[in-house]
């Protein structure tokens, strides 16, 4: 098992999402930092998803969580997000580490949940920002 205790959330789990799994990471994790990814943000129906990108330009913020029990949040964040084993394939989403930049210009290694099918149907989210999207 890696030892990446990082996690880079840019949807449902970001604060402020009053949802049951986004207080698993309040009860597991702390919150590190805002961070930025790059990448493209889709929406998917009315959830993200992101994708790596080759531009600096594209860039998905979220924000950074240290996770205190990795080996217990890591699989239930895996089951919320339907990959790993045990789902069909190709599944929704990957998890993978992946370098964010934190707010302070810091660059780290975090856990991402990339998306895993086409976007070629999906509306990108130009601001890369899901919360802009969500409150309006």
Known sequence: ???????????????????????????????????????????????????????????????VYELRKPNIVLPLLDKYEECGSGFPKPTEYMRKIQPVRLRKGVMISAWIYIYNRSTEMLDEVPSGDFLKIRNG
Do not use: W
């Open 1 to 63: 098992m890696t030892t990446c205790k990082s996690l880079f959330v840019y949807g449902t789990l970001r604060r402020g999402s009053h949802n049951e799994i986004s207080q698993l990471l309040a009860r597991y994790a702390d919150f590190v930092d805002y961070a930025t990814y790059q990448g493209k943000l889709y929406m998917i129906l009315d959830y993200p998803g992101i994708m790596a990108s080759e531009y600096s330009s594209d860039i998905v913020h979220g924000e």
